[in-house]
């Protein structure tokens, strides 16, 4: 929009919305067997590899994960704040979630806060800061469960927009039957000025029986996006600048919109327009929705302190009806566009329109989850290629209005319901083992909400281990937690989508207990152990690995092992065999030397590329992958 456009809109007051727009701008232990051969339980071993002084992302991760789904927050708490604070580029958004709710249990509230922040912020961290491309080609390629209607009442020619809820009928606005033009409005869109109307809603959410709204807050220039305190008692509204029968302007002769208030007065009147104290000739306050307890009002502007064209902002309303300091919602809300026409439902959900984030086109509606901070586009039907905007919505009759150019010229905006269609979903959950990939018959399922209270719970069933919730609530998340003796407890967080679906999850489970046969390899409970190119020193992540050998071996102090050593392909064979026997040795002294091992226990020698695991022999190309594959440390069960 050039600024010769803007100008002119800015002077006139807006006909219809496109016009205001342009003019603001419990879990597995694992408890131990035996049988035949000893198990290894890992919670076990990594408790006392920690507390021998060991440090790793993995080693505190998998302790908290453990302490966590046994219920104990005190050591979750402990284990997460390790991980969080020494490796806080190792931490999933998920175990940032575990750790607030780890937090909250224990009742840190503020920290917890602090976790479910940074949980956040990763979740939403992908793709642009306002535009998801990968988010918007969904939104394009899905419809939600929403019945639209165009209302029959829509005035042909004019425009009709800005519903709002008065009570069991409708309010509105609508250049409908004034007959005022004036030369200014002529040479613009040849449309009357804006008032407020209003009508009874019928069983079909159509609008019958239009009447102007009584009382004195028509006047000779616009009035529109109106709304209700919860109470009945006052209505908030957007008016040109005119106030006590004064036109005002700012320094550049262009008149603002403000925000006034009316109050109830005999029968359905509201009488009593007072401007409200924080607008100014400057730049506009505009649009007003009011929060289910009547406590905070927000509204658009393009005040000092606007990101982009316009952003919604917020103020308290206090007892005595003055009013707070004004507060910006924000970055997390407000783009470099244009956000406006906020409305609050009576879950305290936020649903407004930009044109800062991608979309379908034009001006979309999105809505704002308070307590999830969580930011979608309320998709198709509601929002097309066109301006999609002033949505209201009630939570308990599935029933709301909008407003829409999307049937007509763009200067003729019209009021459409539309009712949500009941949502039937279904969550099946499978759990299988990690290795085998083989269904866990009787495995208990869990699902929680994200205050994590347990919803429902069960086992998993023959023949496929599968454990089934029947109606989910639609548009909600879910952690879907499985655990079963002798495995660790594995949780998965689900979304439920907003439109009737068959929502399949797998959980796999692993191990908790792990059989060590003779020529078991004890490697494979660790991590890869890694030496520095042509080296044979134990770096620091190698000595976490190793102190959990030891602590195996200190827990059968009958096993011997022997430790194998292994390069790959790359250089001279005869150097590699030296190279991997300097390493072997290193190896073996450090399992003596820190963990107090007998010599005797242990055997080994190294192999340098003799035993390779794969086809990247002398000559052959493969990539790093591959070779780090050859690459590695064994320590074999020999007897115990």
């Not at 209700?228 to 302007?249: C, E, I, K, V």
């Not at 990101?307 to 005595?320: M, P, Q, R």
């Not at 009013?323 to 959900?349: C, H, Q, S, W």
């Not at 379908?360 to 301006?387: Q, R």
């Amino acid at each position: 929009m050039n600024l010769k456009y803007y100008g002119i809109v800015l002077l006139v007051f807006v006909l219809n919305a496109s016009q205001i727009l342009a003019q603001e701008r419990e879990v597995a232990k694992g408890n131990k067997k035996f049988n035949q051969y000893a198990f290894v339980d890992s919670q076990k071993i990594y408790l006392k590899v920690a507390e021998g002084g060991y440090e790793s992302a993995d080693l505190f991760s998998k302790l908290g994960d453990s302490f966590y789904y046994n219920a104990d927050y005190s050591e979750a708490v402990t284990w997460y704040d390790k991980l969080v604070k020494k490796y806080a580029e190792s931490v999933t958004p998920d175990q940032y979630f575990r750790y607030a709710q780890a937090l909250r249990a224990v009742e840190q509230y503020d920290e917890s806060d602090e976790m479910i922040a940074r949980y956040q912020e990763l979740m939403d961290a992908a793709g642009e800061a306002y535009y998801d491309p990968n988010t918007i080609t969904k939104i394009r390629s899905e419809r939600q469960n929403y019945e639209v209607n165009k209302l029959n009442v829509n005035a042909k020619g004019y425009s009709d927009f800005a519903p709002a809820f008065y009570g069991e009928k409708l309010l509105f606005a609508s250049t409908r039957d004034t007959g005022t033009f004036t030369s200014r409005i002529h040479k613009w869109n040849n449309q009357p000025f804006l008032d407020l109307y209003v009508g009874s809603i019928d069983e079909s959410a159509q609008v019958n029986s239009v009447e102007k709204l009584k009382g004195s807050i028509n006047t000779e220039f616009h009035e529109s996006t109106a709304t209700l305190s919860p109470d009945g008692a006052s209505l908030y509204f957007t008016r040109n600048n005119f106030t006590a029968d004064q036109y005002r302007s700012d320094s550049n002769k262009t008149n603002k919109l403000k925000l006034y208030k009316a109050v109830k007065g005999a029968g359905d009147s509201f009488e009593n327009v007072v401007e409200l104290p924080f607008n100014d000739n400057d730049f506009s306050t505009a649009h007003p929705a009011v929060s289910p307890d009547g406590k905070i009002l927000y509204f658009a502007s393009d005040r000092p302190g606007t990101f982009g064209e316009s952003d919604l902002w917020k103020v308290a309303i206090n007892e005595d009806g003055s009013y707070g300091e004004v507060e910006n919602l924000g970055a997390t809300i407000n783009t470099p566009g244009r956000e406006t026409f906020p409305f609050i439902d009576k879950t305290g959900k936020l649903y407004f329109s930009t044109d800062g984030r991608g979309g379908l086109g034009g001006l979309d509606v999105y809505i704002y989850d308070f307590e999830k901070n969580m930011l979608s586009n309320i998709g198709a039907p509601i929002n097309s290629t066109k301006d999609d905007f002033t949505f209201v919505y009630d939570t308990d009759s599935g029933k709301g209005f909008f407003a829409s150019n999307r049937a007509n010229d763009p200067l003729d905006d019209d009021i459409y319901s539309f009712i949500r269609k009941a949502c039937e979903s279904v969550l099946t959950v499978n759990v299988i083992d990690k290795e085998t990939k083989e269904p866990l018959n009787g495995a208990l399922v869990g699902v929680r909400d994200l205050e994590n209270e347990l919803l429902i719970s069960g086992e998993a069933v023959a023949p496929d281990a599968t454990f089934i919730y029947e109606d989910p609530d639609c548009g909600e998340e879910y952690f879907a937690r499985a655990e079963m003796k002798g495995y660790t407890t594995a949780e998965k967080l689900v979304a439920i989508p907003e439109e009737s679906s068959d929502v399949n999850v797998i959980i796999e489970l692993e191990k908790a207990t792990t059989s060590i046969p003779p020529d078991f390899d004890l490697g494979k409970l660790i991590n890869p152990i890694y030496f520095d190119f042509d080296k044979s020193y134990i770096r620091p992540d190698a000595a976490v690995e190793l102190a959990k050998i030891i602590e195996i071996l200190k827990e059968y102090p009958e096993l011997h092992i022997d430790v194998r050593s292994h390069t790959d392909s790359r250089g001279n064979d005869a150097y590699n065999l030296a190279l991997s026997e300097r390493r072997n040795q290193s190896t073996i002294d450090y399992i003596i030397n820190e963990g107090g091992i007998a010599s005797e226990r242990l055997t080994g020698r190294g192999y340098g590329e003799t035993q390779l695991l794969n086809k990247c022999s002398n000559g052959v190309k493969c990539s790093e992958e591959q070779h780090q594959l050859n690459r590695r440390s064994e320590f074999i069960v020999q007897d115990y």
